[in-house]
């Protein structure tokens, strides 16, 4: 009977010990996400602050349209996160880990029996769910964006280009080799494209 008794007592503390880390595991995931998730929203938004105002410089340069800088923004999201997740989720674990070592909560990890190696441990599932996240955005989704955006860009300076341009007009090559006569110009439609209209140039070259 008194043997009984003991096993249930250490099947008891043994039950009370993996609960405890549980909750000391759960506990450093959720402080880590939300320094993870705060690091990034700041960097985020710098970046996005920082193309802004360099589509705004193209822009009042003429090489931009002003109505395509959101949009253009909006495309490049994913390869901007792309680049901040790893960054951010290391600062996320630099700080909390400070911040549990200043207040002196970190000794009540190891006071629940867990070491720097349990720690580590504890923290691989996120890293791997950033790494996977990381890694669809950067092959899947962020070059696609990023080409479109720059086709948007192209697309807009081409067409500001031959609409500079005007008929019975000549323009010679820079390289002193030749010149075009341009006759006249007319606008046609293409579906396929992301700007609704474009420009058509007949032109003679001698």
């Excluded at 960097?43 to 589509?55: M, Q, T």
């Excluded at 600062?91 to 880990?97: E, H, P, R, S, W």
Aim: proline share 3%.
């Amino acid at each position: 009977m008194v043997f009984t008794d003991k096993i249930i007592i250490v099947m008891h503390h043994s039950s009370q010990g993996i609960y405890k880390k549980n909750i000391l595991s759960k506990s450093l995931n959720v402080e880590v996400f939300k320094s993870t998730l705060g690091i990034l929203l700041i960097f985020f938004f710098l970046v996005v602050g920082s193309r802004f105002v360099g589509y705004f410089e193209q822009a009042s340069e003429g090489l931009l349209e002003p109505n395509l800088i959101y949009k253009i923004i909006f495309l490049r999201f994913p390869d901007f996160i792309t680049l901040l997740i790893p960054l951010s989720f290391f600062l996320g674990i630099v700080v909390t880990i400070s911040r549990l070592y200043s207040d002196r909560e970190i000794y009540g990890y190891i006071s629940g029996g867990l070491s720097q190696n349990d720690l580590i441990r504890y923290l691989i599932p996120q890293a791997v769910v950033y790494f996977l996240l990381t890694l669809i955005l950067s092959i899947y989704v962020a070059p696609y964006t990023k080409e479109l955006s720059k086709e948007i860009i192209s697309v807009d300076t081409i067409d500001e280009q031959i609409e500079s341009i005007k008929p019975q007009n000549i323009l010679s090559f820079s390289d002193n080799h030749g010149f075009i006569y341009i006759l006249s110009l007319i606008h046609i439609s293409e579906p396929t494209r992301l700007l609704s209209i474009s420009y058509a140039v007949f032109c003679l070259k001698k």
